[in-house]
């Protein structure tokens, strides 16, 4: 028999997923009546640059991308080694993608893609040690 406390947990979390619930079918239903102009109820800045810069704030307030960018422009032999692999690609390009890998919670998949970021299609040893020591620098 559960105890008083997990009954009170489970209603409190039934009645979250209610009033989930309820919203979404509120959502659903001005969809409904209003067609695509539903968007102007639940969006403030419809007609604004929303969706063009979706992503800017991330990218302009990420303390790891000025820190990355800031490294891969320093004279740190990592940083030498790493544009000396990427030869004509962008390093700021790298730098966001390097910055993104953040969001990989699993070690391997995170050096992987790091791995990825650095090579193209190239199986080398050097690769894996490099991307391995940035992994370590910006993620451990």
Known sequence: M????????????????????????????????????FVHIYVEDVNGDWLETWEHDEILGN??????KEFLVSDDILALQVRQQLGEKSLFDFAVNLAAC???AEESERL?????????????????????????????
Do not use: H
């Not at 209610?18 to 079918?25: D, G, N």
């Not at 303390?63 to 990355?68: T, V």
């Open 2 to 37: 559960p105890n008083q406390s997990e009954t009170a947990s489970y209603e409190g979390q039934l009645d979250k997923f209610a009033q989930a619930l309820a919203k979404a079918r509120k959502m659903q239903q001005d969809w409904l009546t209003y067609g695509l102009d």
């Open 63 to 68: 303390q790891l991308l000025d820190a990355i």
């Open 102 to 104: 953040e969001r990989i």
């Open 112 to 140: 992987s893609a790091v791995i990825n970021l650095l090579a193209d299609d190239v199986d080398n040893i050097n690769v894996e040690s490099l991307a391995a020591n940035l992994v370590e620098k910006f993620f451990s």
